[in-house]
């Protein structure tokens, strides 16, 4: 298999201010990883794919200016969610794979809950 | 996106009693695969299944990808396979995941 990192598991924040979560590739480079969302008792829904170098690609409905993503190497994307509210908290995960069209490892997985 | 539906979506089984979950896909896909989640959100890996059967142990699957589903069996079950499964499938590395099973395992 490959190892997928991702910190922190849980964070608690105030309204209005920023998280930044981290997504690693442990052993493996990765040029995308992805990001998904899970509310409670629901499936994953695809938010963006990361980019190294470039741009993210935001699935429809996920404002990009409150999801900000960040690919700067290989092995690392960041998923920042700025100015959160209540209606931000969830469960956030990412996914990376070795190649194309392989197999996708996921993360432990990122709990936030916005007060 | 791709369609994904899961069914059923509640099973309750009493323990060493086998199941079969299936995955129906709206599109031809190049990746499928199986996934358990376990009760603090972490996704486990068990299978990816383009196409084809394998096998691991209690668990199978089979993917007829030209009639788009797929159908994870467990057999023998135990207690520790409570949890939800799903199914996640997509053209690349992007996956859309289905409505999931949860499945409860009675001693």
């Known amino acids: 298999g490959a190892v997928v990192s991702q910190h922190p598991s849980w964070v608690i924040c105030k309204s209005g201010t920023s998280v930044k979560i981290e997504c690693r590739s442990l052993d493996f480079q990765a040029t995308t990883m992805f990001w998904y969302r899970q509310f409670p008792k629901q499936s994953l829904m695809l938010m963006a794919t990361s980019n190294e170098g470039s741009k993210a690609t935001y699935e429809q409905g996920v404002e990009k200016d409150k999801f900000l993503i960040n690919h700067a190497s290989l092995t690392l994307s960041t998923l920042t969610v700025t100015s959160a509210h209540p209606e931000d908290s969830s469960f956030y995960i990412c996914?990376?794979?070795?190649?194309?069209?392989?197999?996708?490892?996921f993360g432990q997985g990122t709990r936030l809950t916005v007060v | 996106g791709i369609q994904v539906e899961q069914s059923p979506p509640d099973l309750i089984l009493q323990e060493g009693a086998n199941s079969t979950l299936r995955c129906n896909f709206s599109d031809s896909v190049n990746n499928l695969q199986w996934f358990h989640q376990n009760p603090w959100g972490q996704l486990i890996n068990l299978f990816y299944?383009?196409?084809g059967t394998k096998q691991n142990g209690r668990l199978s699957a089979t993917t007829v990808a030209t009639e788009r589903y797929s159908l994870l069996y467990i057999s023998s079950s135990q207690t520790t396979d409570s949890g939800v499964y799903f199914c996640a499938v997509g053209e690349a590395n992007n996956l859309f995941f289905g409505t999931g099973t949860r499945l409860t395992v009675i001693p």
């Open positions: 996914s990376a794979s070795r190649g194309t069209a392989t197999e996708a490892f």
């Open positions: 299944i383009p196409s």
